[in-house]
């Protein structure tokens, strides 16, 4: 089995495990009732996608 001939080094590996962490979800404001959604998708509130509606809702 192949060895690696230098010892990483612990920048390098932590450097690595860094840009694996969690990140909160982005979202985005309704302009139309203010509610929050994750954009380019649909808002699961009010169903609507790019001003349009594409879900129907139950208000």
Do not use: C, I, W
Request: no cysteine.
């Amino acid at each position: 089995m192949a060895q690696p001939k230098r010892k990483q080094s612990k920048q390098r590996s932590r450097t690595r495990r860094g840009a694996q962490r969690f990140r909160a979800p982005q979202v985005s404001k309704d302009p139309t009732d203010g509610s929050a959604f994750v954009p380019h998708r649909v808002n699961p509130s009010n169903g609507m996608y790019r001003g349009r509606e594409v879900l129907e809702t139950e208000d």
